[in-house]
T-cell receptor
Framework: DQQVKQNSPSLSVQEGRISILNCDYTNSMFDYFLWYKKYPAEGPTFLISISSIKDKNEDGRFTVFLNKSAKHLSLHIVPSQPGDSAVYFCAAPDSNYQLIWGAGTKLIIKP | EAGVTQFPSHSVIEKGQTVTLRCDPISGHDNLYWYRRVMGKEIKFLLHFVKESKQDESGMPNNRFLAERTGGTYSTLKVQPAELEDSGVYFC???????????FGPGTRLLVL
């Protein structure tokens, strides 16, 4: 039973445009959500988080939106840059603070 | 401040052999986690240490996996004997408190032939 789902294995976006990465979850008890970014041969790097009591959190070019009724969150990157090409993971800590991960979305920014 | 480090970066072994992975967390981080990503699938939790104590090892696949954190500093994860399905990337993460962000190491890529 996958509690965190990222249904798009990959996404290709033109440089300068907006990248939208989606994530769905099934567990309504999650307190907050995190996005991690991963380059090849490196570990995941924390990018941005959002508490379940908020519907939006913004940090520079990165904004995460949370729709609790739909159990859906999205990460917006605008404008997209070549260095944003990476795999993006959505994750949420369970009641023991273990991270439950989505399968990841590979973002490719085209020049 | 040094980040989480893991050794080795890669390991290729034959089925039936033993491999030991090492993780050095960020200094001062009491919480240490092991995760695994198999065949490009989602990253899955293996176990969690608080200092030298195993807080939760519910994600450990079977008794071929043994994790230790003697002295509450670095941790080792031993796989003995290794099987083909153990291939994957093993990540270690650490955090200062339970609620704080987990910082990840670069991972150890294990290939069992």
């Amino acid at each position: 039973d996958q509690q965190v789902k990222q249904n798009s294995p990959s996404l290709s976006v033109q440089e300068g445009r907006i990248s939208i990465l989606n994530c769905d979850y099934t567990n309504s008890m999650f307190d907050y959500f995190l996005w991690y970014k991963k380059y090849p041969a490196e570990g995941p790097t924390f990018l941005i988080s959002i508490s379940s009591i908020k519907d939006k959190n913004e940090d520079g070019r990165f904004t995460v939106f949370l729709n609790k009724s739909a159990k859906h969150l999205s990460l917006h990157i605008v404008p997209s840059q070549p260095g944003d090409s990476a795999v993006y993971f959505c994750a949420a800590p369970d009641s023991n603070y273990q991270l439950i991960w989505g399968a990841g979305t590979k973002l490719i920014i085209k020049p | 401040e040094a980040g989480v480090t893991q050794f080795p970066s890669h390991s290729v072994i034959e089925k039936g052999q033993t491999v030991t992975l090492r993780c050095d967390p960020i200094s001062g981080h009491d919480n240490l986690y092991w995760y695994r990503r198999v065949m490009g699938k989602e990253i899955k939790f293996l176990l969690h240490f608080v200092k030298e104590s195993k807080q939760d090892e519910s994600g450990m696949p079977n008794n071929r996996f043994l994790a230790e954190r003697t002295g509450g500093t670095y941790s080792t994860l031993k796989v003995q004997p290794a099987e083909l399905e153990d291939s994957g990337v093993y990540f270690c993460a650490s955090s200062q408190t339970l609620q704080e962000t987990q910082y990840f190491g670069p991972g150890t890529r294990l290939l069992v032939l």
